[in-house]
C-alpha cells in the first residue's frame, strides 16, 4: 500500500487509537446520458420474514416521477410476485424505497425497477427464516474511498453462501481531497478523488459523496448480492460525535452541530437500504432486531447519537500539576462514573427486554451489530517491550513534531498500576455503561457474540464483566479499504496488533495485516468467525484468503470460551 500521508498531531494520536477514522471518494467519469438511468445500482435491506426494503436511484430527472418496482421469485421475472408504483422527486433526491410486505419466509427474491422506459440491473435479496439450522452473514466497516479499490466488497459479492451483509458503519467519509486529507496518498495514484473536494457539510454535500460512494462497481455488485443491515457510524456524519457535538466539527466555521447532524442523517436514510423510523420517532434511533429463526436474533446498537456522552481525551481531561505530573486518580474516577453513557436509557430499556424476550422464546444465539469495541484493551505498555533506553533512542530518530506527540503517548500507557485504555472512543471510555450491558447478558442467559467495527483492525476477544466472568465473544472487523495500519512504520519490527493480543488477555487474536471482513457462520452448536481478507487495495486484481478462525460453543445459559481454529 502506497502511503504518503504528512503524519499530523491528529494522526499520531490515531496511531494509538486515541481518534477515530477518515476521508471520502472520487466521480464516475461518464459522459452525460439523457433521461432516466441508474448509475447508483439497486439495493435490499432490513429483511423479516415476510418484508424487504428494495431501493435505487433514479438519475437524469428534474421533476416529480413515477417509479415502477417489480420482485419475483425467479431471476427472469417470468412470474412478478408483486409490484407497484412510487414517485420520486428532488425533496429525497430521487431516492426510491418501498417496503414490501406479504412475503414469504427464508425466500430469495429478484427485484428491478424501471422508469421512462429505462429498466434498472436486477438485484436479490433473502428474507428471514421462520426455521434454519445455519446462517451465514458478511460483516463489514469502514469504507474509505480515495484510499483504495472496494476489493472486499468485491469478495462478499462472489460469496457462494450469504444471507445478509451488516455493516457496521463508517460506510462513507466526510473528509476532503486536501494534499494531507486521509488516504489522498493512494487517492491521487488511483484516481480517487473525493466529491465534493471539501469536507461535507451541507446537505448537498452529503448527498453527493453518498453518491459518489454508490457508482463504485464492486459496492453495486455487494448490494444486488444480498440484502444489507446497515447502522451509521461517526464518519457518515464527521468524526467523533456525541450527543451534543463530535472532535471533527467547528461551530465557527461549519454551523450548527444539530444542522449537520439532520443533513447528514437525512442523505443517509436516503441513499441507504434501511427502513425509515416510526412517525414521530428521531431520524438517529437506528436500533432495531432480526429474527433468523430460532437459531439467531441480531440487536443492531447505535452508539453515536442518542445517548454517548462527550468522549474524555487524554490531552485535555488528564490534568497535570505545575511540574507536569498526571492526575490520574482524578480521571480514572472521572473515566468510572456511573452517569457516562453510551447507549441511552431508552435504548438500554429495549435491549434489555429484547435479550429476555429472545432467550425465553428459545432463540439459540443473541448477536450485536455493535459500532465500536468492546473489549477491555489498555494501551501498548512499549517501554516493558524495548526498554527505556531503545525508545528514547527511536524516539531521537523521528521528527520533532511526531515524536512530542508519541513520546508521551508511550509514557502513558507505561502505567503499569492500573493501565490505561488505548482507545476512549470506544467501550472502554464508557466502562460503567459496558458493566450495565453485561448485566443484561447475564440477567438475560444470553448466548452473546459481539460485532464490532471502526478499529480497522481484526479482532478475536473474550468479554468479562468486573468480576472475571465471561460474558461473550467479540469479532472485530477490519476494514474495507481505510488504512489498517499507522504506527507500525514508526518502530522497526512492530505489530501494535500483536502487542495488543499479547498485553491484553480478553484480546486473544488481532491482526491489521490486511483489510477484508468478518465470515459469521451461526449454527445451533458453534459461532464460527473468520477474517476473510484481500491481498491488496491498490490494484484490481487482488486475492481472497481466510487469515483466521475463530469458534464458540453453545452452553447452557451463556457462550463458550472462544478458540482459535487456525
Not at 418484508?51 to 416529480?64: E, N, Q, Y
Not at 467519509?173 to 484516481?191: I, K, T
Not at 444486488?224 to 451534543?244: G, L, S, Y
Request: charged content about 20%; hydrophobic content about 40%; overall charge negative.
Amino acid at each position: 500500500m502506497s502511503n504518503t500521508y504528512k503524519l499530523n498531531r491528529r494522526k499520531a494520536l490515531m496511531a494509538f487509537g486515541l481518534m477515530g477514522a477518515a476521508p471520502a471518494v472520487s466521480g464516475s467519469g461518464l459522459a452525460p446520458i439523457k433521461g432516466a438511468h441508474y448509475i447508483h445500482g439497486v439495493a435490499a435491506g432490513d429483511p423479516l420474514s415476510d418484508r424487504l426494503i428494495l431501493w435505487t436511484r433514479v438519475s437524469g430527472l428534474d421533476a416529480a416521477t413515477e417509479v415502477v418496482w417489480q420482485i419475483s421469485e425467479d431471476p427472469a421475472f417470468v412470474t412478478v410476485t408483486q409490484t407497484g408504483r412510487f414517485v420520486t422527486d428532488s425533496g429525497r433526491d430521487y431516492t426510491v424505497k418501498i417496503d414490501v410486505g406479504g412475503l414469504k419466509a427464508g425466500q430469495t427474491y429478484h427485484y428491478r425497477f424501471t422508469c421512462q422506459g429505462a429498466t434498472s440491473p436486477v438485484g436479490q435479496a433473502k428474507t428471514l427464516p421462520l426455521e434454519t439450522e445455519r446462517v451465514v452473514l458478511a460483516v463489514a466497516s469502514c469504507s474509505l474511498f480515495p484510499n483504495g479499490y472496494f476489493n472486499a466488497y468485491r469478495a462478499i459479492a462472489d460469496m457462494t453462501e450469504v444471507d445478509a451483509v451488516l455493516h457496521l458503519g463508517d460506510y462513507i467519509y466526510e473528509y476532503g481531497a486536501g494534499l494531507s486529507d486521509y488516504g489522498m496518498g493512494n487517492g491521487r495514484l488511483l484516481g480517487r478523488v473525493p466529491e465534493p473536494p471539501h469536507e461535507i457539510v451541507s446537505l448537498a454535500d452529503y448527498r453527493t459523496r453518498h453518491a459518489q460512494y454508490k457508482t463504485d462497481a464492486d459496492l453495486q455488485a455487494a448490494h444486488a448480492r444480498a440484502a444489507w443491515i446497515c447502522v451509521f457510524d461517526d464518519h457518515e456524519m464527521t468524526n467523533d460525535p456525541w450527543m451534543a457535538g463530535a472532535e471533527n466539527h467547528q461551530p465557527a466555521t461549519e454551523g450548527d452541530f444539530n444542522v449537520r447532524k439532520a443533513a447528514a442523517l437525512k442523505a443517509y436514510r436516503e441513499w441507504m437500504p434501511i427502513r425509515d423510523p416510526q412517525p414521530g420517532m428521531l431520524s438517529e434511533v437506528i436500533y432495531r432486531s432480526f429474527r433468523f429463526g430460532q437459531l439467531a436474533e441480531l440487536f443492531m446498537t447505535e452508539t453515536r447519537f442518542l445517548g454517548r456522552s462527550r468522549q474524555l481525551d487524554y490531552q485535555t481531561d488528564l490534568k497535570r500539576d505545575a511540574a507536569g505530573k498526571a492526575d490520574y486518580d482524578a480521571f480514572r474516577a472521572e473515566l468510572n462514573a456511573p452517569e457516562r453513557e453510551l447507549l441511552g436509557a431508552a435504548q438500554r430499556q429495549w435491549l434489555q427486554a429484547g435479550l429476555k424476550s429472545s432467550v425465553a422464546d428459545g432463540v439459540r444465539w443473541q448477536v450485536f451489530g455493535n459500532q465500536v469495541v468492546m473489549a477491555k484493551v489498555k494501551g501498548p505498555d512499549l517501554k516493558a517491550l524495548y526498554g527505556e533506553e531503545r525508545i528514547a533512542n527511536m524516539l531521537k530518530m523521528l521528527p520533532p513534531n511526531v515524536a512530542g506527540v508519541i513520546g508521551p503517548m508511550i509514557d502513558l500507557f507505561s502505567q503499569t498500576e492500573n493501565p490505561l485504555p488505548l482507545n476512549l472512543d470506544a467501550w472502554d471510555g464508557y466502562p460503567a455503561e459496558r458493566e450495565r450491558l453485561y448485566g443484561y447478558i447475564r440477567e438475560s442467559g444470553a448466548r452473546a457474540v459481539v460485532l464490532s467495527g471502526d478499529s480497522h483492525q481484526a479482532w478475536a476477544n473474550e468479554l468479562h464483566d468486573a468480576a472475571g466472568e465471561r460474558v461473550a465473544v467479540e469479532l472485530g472487523v477490519t476494514a474495507i479499504s481505510s488504512p489498517t495500519v499507522w504506527f507500525d512504520h514508526l518502530l522497526p519490527n512492530f505489530s501494535l496488533a500483536r502487542v495488543l493480543a499479547d498485553q491484553n488477555a480478553e484480546v486473544l487474536a488481532a491482526s491489521t495485516d490486511r483489510n477484508g471482513f468478518v465470515r459469521l457462520t451461526l449454527t445451533p452448536e458453534t459461532a464460527m468467525g473468520e477474517w476473510v481478507s484481500v491481498s491488496t487495495i491498490t490494484a484490481r486484481d487482488f486475492q481472497v484468503t481466510v487469515d483466521g478462525t475463530f469458534a464458540a460453543q453453545a452452553e447452557a445459559h451463556r457462550v463458550g470460551p472462544l478458540k482459535i481454529l487456525g
